[in-house]
Each structure stands twice: as C-alpha cells, then as structure tokens.
C-alpha cells in the first residue's frame, strides 16, 4: 500500500499567491502573470478559504503578509524553485556562449559561416559580441575572443593563430572601367583610396606601385575596414582588406582584386580563451570549428 499525498490547493492559486507574496501588491502580481487583477484578488481569497486562514492584510495601497503567510509564501517559492529546476533537467536549455570579435570579423567572415555552426551544433546559443573595444573575459562574461593583433595578450590564457593578416586592393568593377587600371594607368588620378583606422595604404603602394604619387589620389577614411569595404562595393574607391574578407564579394563579381601584390602587415587574428574556462568542451568545439574554416578558406 502507498502513500498518496493529500489534496492540494490549486496551482493557479498558488502562484497567483506567490506573484502577490513578492509583489505585495495584486495589480503587478496580475501584470506578471498575465491575467486580470480580479482573478489574482479571487485566486487569492479562494486558496485562504481552502486553507482557513489569513494569507495576506490588505491596506488600501499595499498588501502585507501575516505570519502564516510569510511560512507558506517561502516554501511555495521553494517548491516552485524546484519544479523549475527538474523541468530544466529534464528539457535542457542550450548552452549560451558569448564570442567577443572585431565588427569586420563578424560580418565579413563569422556571419556568413554560423549557419553551418548553428546547424551542426544545436545545444549552443551564441551571442557574438562585436566591437573593437578589448572585452575582458570575467567583467563582460566572455568566454571566447578572436583578437587582432600580436601576441602576447596576457597570462593564463590559450592562444592560437586563427590566420595572419595579407590585404588585397580591390575595387568594383565600375570603378575600373570608368577610371582605368591603375596597375596599367600607373596612376592614382581619378580614383579614390578608402582608408580605414589601420591606414596601410602607404605600404602597400610602396610595393603595388611605387611609382605613383599618393598625393594624386584623394582619401576617404573609415573607422571600420567593413565600411570600407562597403563602399568599394557601391563604387566610391579602392579598398585595402585581409583576403578572406572580401573573398565572398570577389566570387560573387561585385569586387575585383587590383594587383598581386599581398600586404603581409605582421599582425593577425587570435583564437583566445582562459585556460580555465567555463564550458570547455562546448570551448573546443567552437576552437576547432574556427580553425577549419580558416583552413578551408585558404
């Protein structure tokens, strides 16, 4: 023979109590749950009817617990607490990890790349933090960066090169035809040079041609390379850009790449994340998923 359990008050009546025990007030209770504030007011009286007791006083402006109320109202939320966590159990949300990286890396090459992640990989949410702001890994719970630069980038931390920086010129098609080539022209006449904050046009023209005068062309800076690379898309100059960046623009025909010459600037892009992180394995995985596909764009 086994026990069975006595009769229980009703469980909308419970959490309308609940709501009202944090609220102390049934107009919010009734706002957080959704229903009217006369349904909360008659949950309420019905569950202290069943229970014959005083739950609450009512003031003209508030609620207030009794002391019968203040014993229930904590373990009710105690039990709520645990229904809620076997439920979780049972049905697992996905893991959220937050991957912080640079505007231009997510859009020109983290974007167009997830669908195949998210699809592979469906017990990880991502949230994709991007800015060129140093995000650090305990204050803005970041579990994951990609980092532009040079190492070292701190202690206790796993580093590996994701690729090296080698920008191309590119431009639109337009652009050239109606400007000429300035690999056959030898000249920047007529053509604008779209800068963004690393300003690497210099360098680069010292080996692309180093006969041309860079006072010959005019200047549009950016503060980001995808903006640059935007607008040489629209046809309103030539653009400076790591390879993988505008690999999707170029096979698509809307950028053609200017010369041969490739810009090695010394830098790169970082896969970093504490030795002791959280979630390693989902980690890993995201590790080695960056990792191939940096391979097989190359």
Do not use: C
């Not at 359990?5 to 919010?28: C, T």
């Not at 009512?58 to 105690?78: F, M």
């Not at 790169?268 to 890993?284: M, N």
Request: aromatic share 8%.
């Amino acid at each position: 023979m086994t026990d069975t359990p006595g009769r229980l008050p009703s469980l909308n009546a419970l959490r309308a109590f609940e709501a009202a025990s944090r609220h102390l007030n049934f107009r919010l209770a009734a706002e957080e749950l959704g229903v009217t504030q006369g349904a909360v007011a008659q949950q309420v009286r019905g569950l202290e009817a069943e229970l014959g007791m005083k739950l609450f006083e009512r003031h003209p402006r508030t609620l207030s617990l009794t002391e019968n109320g203040r014993r229930y109202a904590g373990g009710v939320r105690r039990a709520f607490e645990m229904l809620t966590e076997v439920t979780q159990a049972l049905r697992p949300e996905p893991l959220r990890l937050t991957i912080s990286v640079t505007p231009t890396f997510a859009s020109k090459w983290l974007i167009p790349r997830l669908p195949a992640f998210l699809e592979t990989h469906p017990d990880i949410d991502l949230r994709i933090l991007a800015t060129d702001r140093l995000s650090h890994f305990h204050s803005d719970a970041v579990d994951l960066a990609v980092r532009y630069g040079r190492p070292p980038f701190g202690g206790g931390l796993v580093v590996e090169p994701l690729f090296e920086e080698v920008q191309i010129a590119v431009a639109s098609p337009g652009v050239v035809a109606d400007a000429g080539h300035p690999r056959e022209t030898d000249d920047l006449r007529g053509h604008a040079l779209l800068h963004d904050a690393h300003n690497a046009w210099p360098r680069f023209l010292e080996l692309a041609l180093p006969q041309a005068p860079l006072s010959a062309a005019k200047n549009v800076r950016f503060n980001q390379t995808a903006l640059a690379i935007d607008a040489a898309v629209a046809g309103q100059g030539l653009a400076l850009a790591h390879r993988d960046f505008v690999a999707t623009e170029i096979a698509a025909g809307r950028l053609v790449r200017l010369f041969d010459t490739e810009l090695r600037t010394g830098a790169g892009f970082y896969i970093v994340y504490p030795r002791r992180a959280r979630h390693a394995g989902q980690i890993a995985d995201v590790h080695e998923w960056l990792l191939r596909e940096a391979s097989s764009a190359r």
